[in-house]
DNA sequence: CGGCATCCCGAGAGATACTG
DNA sequence: CAGTATCTCTCGGGATGCCG
């Protein structure tokens, strides 16, 4: 994220494999789901749509600079909407697109992989940490 | 990672998410995933074991520091496995472990929505930036 | 060949304060 | 309540140079 509020994915070194698989556009999936607030607020609105506040609150550790920047980020892409009622005080919902839910979907699928074999890591670690004592 | 060479993820700030979600083991999944250059790693392995040079010159823009250290975070999540040849000169080879091997599924899964969504993201971001002129 | 050690820089995260 | 603005400082990661 640039400094400027734009949310362009800045200068991606060029990467490119071998056999000209599609790295680009896998990449902004990637930093998607990478992005350690993005996860946490999609799977939030995954079980319905949240106001702001509600986000802060439930997210403990986020800022309100990252949370805002993360929102806006999803809703570009297109993610989440933001739905303003122009009460007094104003309320702001969020909620998850259609194609929000299929990104959500994955990671959920994401999770699932990580139960499996979070033992499994964890026991390999200890064991690698061990070996090069 | 941190600077004395051991890949102990550090500070997370205590993420933790209202409802007692297992969060934690996800984000040690979302960490690697979302890393660049572990999983550009872990698809060109998916096409079978390959020594350092190869990947080094596959990945284009790769540091030596930078393959190294995720290999060797790779090697520690018992998702990679590396075996040295002491010939001369000495030849070590990579390859994923079983586990890695349901991990890159994941992944492709990741690289399928990607494709199939792309349009719909790129098209929701010119459209975003251009209502927010 | 296949690394580790060192120096260095800039993007990006957090904290804080202010506004419609 | 729901943000924006600014300032600071960490630390990821590139470049370089040396070892087994």
Redesign the pocket.
Known sequence: ??ED?TLTR?PH?GVRVSGEHPMCELRDVLDRVGDKWSVLVMSLLGDGSR???ELQHSIE??????L??T??SLERDGLVT?TVTPTS????DYALTPVGVTLSEQVSALMRWAEEHRGYVAESRVRHDAGSS
Chains 1, 2 share one sequence.
């Open positions: 994220m640039t509020g800045p070194t106001r702001y506040s550790g986020i800022s309100q600079r990252m805002t920047l929102l806006r933001r005080p104003p309320r702001v």
